[in-house]
Every structure is written in structure tokens, then in C-alpha cells.
């Protein structure tokens, strides 16, 4: 019973942690004077993913990559089909141009680079697979390019949006900070040895728990985020929030953890990817049905059956 109520205490602190780093951090950066748009890109991009990324270094340190790869990909999935579908029930959520043609084929092709990386049994005939450090290396690169990208598409866009960042006293902003942080490091521990432990408890595997509890757990920040960005009608956030946060999962966290230690893959997670592979083809098809470029409530409660 302790292993299931430190789990869901984990995850409370995993979300709440990621807030306070975020509420902190911004709040630092705009006393300081930094555009909001830059707070935006780097900071409260990070933030949101950073629930991911710490259950991921500590089950890549542990050795449980069954877990930080089932958690990258359960989280993709969670993302494309049941938050894009629940905040395009709440609000039919119209696309960008660029977010059509650029940011969903580039989360689509991560999928694909992760696929190829993967199978190293299946393509080179090797003895295991794994996700090399070489492999990490290469998903950090395909990152900071999708960084250049994004902070080109920034440039364009010179709106500021101040009224969204809480300002507070230093004080309490580098406070904010650090209890985010030790937040985070608690839960992802206690997220990590409650996962091996329920899978034991069930007699399951672990890519099982990775994808579905602690994936849809560590997905809690963008679903809040986008059901938020819909209900007050604000489409591109509620869409690029996911869009881009699929990208971070695969090439910055799965980079970082591959890179601090090789992930060893179980060759029955390729259905895995593949159905990530499947709900980006699903979310690039859906701009072209209907219409254009938006995902009606129905297709939204189709990708939520999904």
C-alpha cells in the first residue's frame, strides 16, 4: 500500500515541482529583464518537460530502460491522442501554416530517427539493440537545430505577453526554484521505484507501467496546459504545446539519457514507436480532413477513442 501512495505522491510532487521551477525561473528571468519570448521558448518549454526528464535520468542511472523508454513514448501518444483529443472537444483547435507542414512532420520524423536508432538487431543484426550514446548524441543535434528553428520563428513574432509571467521578490522566486527542484528529484525517485514495484506487484512488465501510468502521469503539465490554452480559445498554444513537447520528450530527454547511459531496447517496444509513428501520421492527416488545418470536436473525439 505504501508503494502506490509514494507513487501518486511522486507524481503530485513531479507536477507541482515543475510549476514552482517554472513560476520561479520566470519570474527571475523578467526582474531581469529577459523577453518574455525567450522565458517562453527556453524556460517554460523545459519546465514541462522536466517531469520526464527527471523520472528518465534516474531509470536510465538505475538501469531500467524499459521505463524511461516507455515513458518517452507512452507520453508522445498520451500527447497526440488523449490531450489534443480532449482540448479539441472543448474548442476546435485551428493550426499554423509552419505547425502543419514543419512542426508535426518534425515530430513525426523523431519517431522515425528513434525507430531506426532502435534497431540495431533488426537493421545491423547485432547482437542487442540499444540507444548508443553515439545514438544521443545525434537526437542533442536534431535538438539544437530544432532550437535555432524556433527561436527563428520567435523573431517573427514580436508580441509580448508579460500579463502571463507571475512576478515575485527574489526571495520567493530562487525559494520557488530550489523547493521545485528537490520537488522533482523526490518524486521521480519515489515515481521510478513505485513503477518497478508495481510492475512486481502485477506481474507485469515494466514498459507497461512506463507507458501508461507513469507516461500519462508525467503528461499531467501539458494536459493541464492545453485544456487551459482551449477552454480560453488559444489554439496555437494548446497545439504547440504538445507538438513541441513530443519533440523535447524524444529529442532532448531521450538525448540527455541515452548520452548519460546507453538505453538497452527491448525489441518488442517497435510496435511502441510504431503506434507513436501512427498517432503523428493521424494528427498530420486530421489538418487535411474537414476543415483545414483544425481539429474539429469530432476528430477530437476520435483521437480520444484512439
Given at each position: 500500500?505504501?508503494?502506490?501512495?509514494?507513487?501518486?505522491?511522486?507524481l503530485?510532487?513531479?507536477?507541482?515541482?515543475?510549476?514552482?521551477?517554472?513560476?520561479?525561473?520566470?519570474?527571475?528571468a523578467k526582474?531581469l529583464?529577459?523577453?518574455?519570448?525567450?522565458?517562453?521558448?527556453?524556460i517554460?518549454?523545459?519546465?514541462t518537460s522536466?517531469p520526464e526528464?527527471?523520472v528518465?535520468?534516474?531509470a536510465?542511472l538505475?538501469?531500467n530502460?524499459d521505463i524511461?523508454?516507455g515513458n518517452?513514448l507512452?507520453s508522445?501518444?498520451?500527447?497526440?491522442?488523449?490531450?489534443?483529443g480532449?482540448?479539441?472537444?472543448?474548442?476546435?483547435l485551428?493550426s499554423?501554416?509552419?505547425t502543419?507542414w514543419?512542426?508535426?512532420p518534425l515530430?513525426?520524423?523523431?519517431?522515425?530517427?528513434?525507430w531506426v536508432?532502435?534497431n540495431?538487431?533488426?537493421i545491423?543484426h547485432?547482437?542487442?539493440?540499444?540507444?548508443?550514446?553515439?545514438?544521443?548524441?545525434?537526437?542533442?543535434t536534431f535538438?539544437?537545430?530544432?532550437l535555432?528553428y524556433?527561436?527563428n520563428?520567435?523573431?517573427q513574432?514580436?508580441?509580448?505577453?508579460?500579463e502571463?509571467?507571475?512576478?515575485?521578490?527574489?526571495?520567493v522566486?530562487f525559494?520557488?526554484?530550489?523547493?521545485g527542484?528537490?520537488?522533482?528529484?523526490?518524486?521521480?525517485?519515489?515515481?521510478?521505484?513505485?513503477?518497478?514495484?508495481?510492475?512486481e506487484?502485477?506481474?507485469?512488465?515494466?514498459?507497461?507501467?512506463?507507458?501508461?501510468?507513469?507516461?500519462i502521469?508525467t503528461s499531467l503539465?501539458?494536459l493541464?496546459?492545453?485544456a487551459v490554452?482551449?477552454f480560453k480559445?488559444?489554439s496555437?498554444?494548446?497545439i504547440?504545446?504538445v507538438?513541441g513537447?513530443n519533440?523535447?520528450?524524444?529529442f532532448?530527454?531521450?538525448g540527455i539519457s541515452?548520452?548519460?547511459?546507453p538505453?538497452a531496447?527491448?525489441?518488442?517496444?517497435?510496435?511502441d514507436?510504431l503506434?507513436?509513428v501512427?498517432?503523428?501520421l493521424i494528427?498530420?492527416s486530421?489538418?487535411?480532413?474537414?476543415?483545414?488545418h483544425?481539429?474539429?470536436?469530432?476528430?477530437?473525439?476520435v483521437?480520444?477513442t484512439l
Amino acid at each position: 500500500m505504501l508503494t502506490f501512495v509514494l507513487f501518486a505522491l511522486g507524481l503530485a510532487l513531479l507536477v507541482k515541482g515543475a510549476d514552482l521551477l517554472v513560476d520561479g525561473a520566470s519570474s527571475v528571468a523578467k526582474k531581469l529583464h529577459i523577453s518574455t519570448i525567450v522565458i517562453g521558448l527556453t524556460i517554460v518549454a523545459f519546465g514541462t518537460s522536466m517531469p520526464e526528464m527527471v523520472v528518465n535520468i534516474f531509470a536510465s542511472l538505475e538501469g531500467n530502460t524499459d521505463i524511461a523508454i516507455g515513458n518517452i513514448l507512452g507520453s508522445n501518444i498520451a500527447n497526440t491522442l488523449l490531450i489534443l483529443g480532449i482540448s479539441a472537444m472543448i474548442y476546435p483547435l485551428k493550426s499554423k501554416k509552419d505547425t502543419v507542414w514543419k512542426e508535426i512532420p518534425l515530430s513525426l520524423l523523431a519517431a522515425v530517427v528513434l525507430w531506426v536508432m532502435a534497431n540495431d538487431v533488426f537493421i545491423d543484426h547485432a547482437l542487442v539493440s540499444e540507444v548508443s550514446r553515439i545514438d544521443g548524441m545525434v537526437l542533442l543535434t536534431f535538438f539544437i537545430l530544432f532550437l535555432f528553428y524556433t527561436f527563428n520563428i520567435a523573431k517573427q513574432d514580436t508580441k509580448e505577453n508579460d500579463e502571463r509571467i507571475k512576478s515575485f521578490g527574489f526571495l520567493v522566486s530562487f525559494s520557488y526554484i530550489v523547493s521545485g527542484l528537490l520537488a522533482l528529484v523526490v518524486g521521480g525517485k519515489w515515481i521510478v521505484d513505485g513503477a518497478i514495484k508495481i510492475a512486481e506487484i502485477l506481474e507485469v512488465s515494466e514498459s507497461l507501467i512506463g507507458l501508461t501510468i507513469v507516461a500519462i502521469g508525467t503528461s499531467l503539465p501539458e494536459l493541464a496546459t492545453s485544456a487551459v490554452a482551449a477552454f480560453k480559445k488559444q489554439s496555437d498554444i494548446a497545439i504547440g504545446n504538445v507538438v513541441g513537447s513530443n519533440i523535447f520528450n524524444i529529442f532532448w530527454i531521450l538525448g540527455i539519457s541515452s548520452t548519460i547511459h546507453p538505453l538497452a531496447f527491448n525489441t518488442n517496444s517497435s510496435m511502441d514507436i510504431l503506434v507513436t509513428v501512427f498517432a503523428s501520421l493521424i494528427l498530420f492527416s486530421v489538418m487535411f480532413i474537414g476543415k483545414k488545418h483544425t481539429i474539429e470536436r469530432w476528430q477530437g473525439a476520435v483521437q480520444l477513442t484512439l
